[in-house]
């Protein structure tokens, strides 16, 4: 591999919190180890969709490379053929790079390194630490034994190396069925750690590769394939989550005994949300029994469900820096992914006017062919947004939910004889509601007042609403799906079946929404802030100019800044 030395002093950056990753960094690099360089990868198994938890294992990789000036693999552990398919690999690539980490020529597979691990596994049998055992599966937990006793011997164990050596060499060829014969690691069936109990290096699959095609009917199991691999790409810092900390002493031995490049090791927590699963066979259940769309629905925590509903990476990349790393797990609330999504789009979303349950108003004094033009500020966060033409007319739609015929003492919106202000337009005061025979409200009959352009009044008397509108000539007609929290419950494997606490209220579909007229053309990957609505972007999938479709990303309350000033008083 390529020399990537670093100074210890390149990943000083300020602003950049320690943690104690970066410590053991740190100390590895001041004792010159790994001649000083920094090599790090994210290293995915190709069998589901990412998800936000991948996400942190993403940044965390990335960042650490980028932060010590040094490298960075994208590498899919695809050593299982019965779970693992292409259209995984694409969508994990796809999700990487709009994370926006950059493994330059450094793709790749587990799969590479078959034949290179194969050989391996014979050294391994020709030096008698591993043999050819025909206990099944079941067998062979039996014989695995307990946490609190130790494991027996399998009845093959002492088979003489030219009878495994033949009998692997079979197990390669494809002579025997699946199930029937595995190879495994001969190291202490009594050890306190069960992964050291002879654990298995190699099962019996035909079964047809998304790379390698039909030429190997045996897979390397996890174990054997992800240690050696990371030492092939001279990996410096394997960083895992915490489950593989009772699998390190393993990964230790087989490096140990190949006596080949020792990557180091470390595990941090790995992310829980709330009202989150995190679980890929959970993921994939819901995908396979319609609960949701696919495995990018915006209500999934996947990546590309994250993108869908309108998650910046960027968003998500500071969400990963400020829950930071650590060694216990602990679970995250959903709320502060939510804050960190407001900030983000606070900053970088045009403001646009959408009425999503439309109501009609006519301003009876309003010239019938007249149409005026108003500017309004893209982003007041934002001077470079610039500004856009509004257009107004004698129709418009306001929210059916800003009138109310008997409102309360503290609605400050529209009400019989009440004056509001129309956002960037003109104060408007209700006359009359028209209705159909069924007593529905089915039109406003409004005023305005031409000395009130522009929000302000010759007199300066205040109005305490300003509604957001849309011309009803001009509008287009939009649907819009608001999005809630997929479970109901804070931990949605409470009672044991995570499927009874799917929220039944997680998704309503509106439509005849409209919408400012240059939301036709709206594409994916654009944010918007619909005012008094919350922030949208157009779905990628389903949207067309003909047929805008929008999905809310988040909603303008927070939730999170509530909890922080709380917990400051």
């Known amino acids: 591999m390529e020399d990537n030395k670093i100074n210890k002093n390149d990943n000083e950056k300020p602003g950049k919190p320690s943690n104690f990753i970066r410590e053991i960094i740190d100390r590895d690099l001041e004792q010159g180890k790994n001649n000083s360089r920094v090599h790090t990868r994210f290293p995915p198994e190709p069998n589901g969709w990412l998800h936000i938890g ?30 693992e ?12 790079e709009w994370l926006g980490a950059k493994w330059e020529d450094r793709l790749f597979y587990a799969s590479d390194y078959f034949e290179q691990l194969y050989e391996w596994a014979i050294k391994l049998i020709k030096e008698g630490k591993a043999y050819v055992d025909d206990l099944n599966a079941e067998e062979i937990r039996e014989y695995r034994g307990t946490l609190t006793e130790p494991g027996k011997n399998s009845p093959f164990r002492d088979r003489s190396i030219e009878e495994n050596l033949k009998l692997f060499e079979k197990m390669k060829n494809g002579d025997f069925p699946d199930g029937s014969k595995v190879l495994r690691a001969k190291i202490d069936m009594a050890s306190g750690n069960i992964n050291l109990r002879d654990p298995v290096m190699y099962r019996i699959k035909h079964a047809a590769h998304h790379r390698t095609g039909d030429k190997w009917c045996v897979y390397p199991s996890y174990d054997w394939a992800h240690g050696q691999s990371d030492s092939i790409e001279g990996i410096t810092h394997s960083i895992c989550t915490l489950e593989f900390e009772d699998h390190r002493p393993l990964y230790d031995w087989f490096l140990d005994q190949l006596e080949v490049h020792h990557p180091r090791q470390i595990e941090f927590a790995r992310l829980n949300l709330n009202y989150t699963i995190m679980s890929k066979r959970k993921l994939l259940q819901l995908v396979q029994e319609k609960y949701v769309s696919g495995w990018d629905d915006p209500r999934m925590p996947t990546i590309s469900g994250l993108r869908r509903r309108g998650y910046s990476p960027e968003s998500i990349r500071e969400f990963c820096e400020r829950i930071g790393v650590a060694k216990r797990e602990s679970v995250v609330d959903i709320a502060l992914l939510e804050h960190t999504l407001r900030e983000d789009l606070n900053k970088r979303a045009v403001r646009m006017m959408a009425v999503l349950r439309p109501l009609k108003v006519v301003i009876e004094n309003y010239p019938e062919d007249k149409v005026e033009e108003f500017e309004a500020v893209n982003n007041p966060e934002d001077e470079s947004a610039g500004t856009r033409t509004i257009v107004f007319t004698r129709e418009i739609y306001i929210e059916r939910d800003d009138f109310l015929e008997d409102p309360p003492r503290k609605f400050f919106r529209l009400a019989p004889g009440r004056e509001v202000r129309l956002k960037h337009a003109y104060f408007i005061t209700c006359n009359e509601a028209v209705k159909n025979d069924a007593g529905e409200i089915t039109e406003l009959r409004c005023s305005y007042d031409p000395e009130s352009r522009g929000g302000s009044t010759p007199d300066g008397r205040r109005v305490k609403g300003t509604l957001h509108w849309v011309s009803a000539e001009h509008a287009v007609d939009a649907e819009v799906r608001l999005f809630d929290r997929l479970f109901d419950k804070e931990d949605p494997t409470e009672g044991g079946d995570f499927l009874k606490n799917i929220n039944p209220d997680s998704l309503e579909i509106l439509t005849g929404c409209k919408v400012e007229p240059g939301l036709k053309d709206a594409k994916s990957g654009e944010y918007y802030q619909f005012l008094r609505q919350g922030y949208f972007v157009a779905d990628s999938e389903d949207s067309t100019p003909d047929h805008p479709v929008f999905n809310r990303s988040v909603g303008l309350r927070d939730t999170w800044a509530r909890i922080q000033q709380k917990g400051a008083k």
Do not use: M, W
């Open 54 to 83: 991948h996400a942190k294992s993403i940044c965390l990789n990335y960042g650490l490379a980028q932060d010590y000036n040094g490298k960075f693999n994208l590498r899919f552990d695809d050593t299982n053929p019965l779970k």
């Open 85 to 96: 398919e292409s259209s995984y690999v694409e969508s994990i690539i796809k999700d990487v």
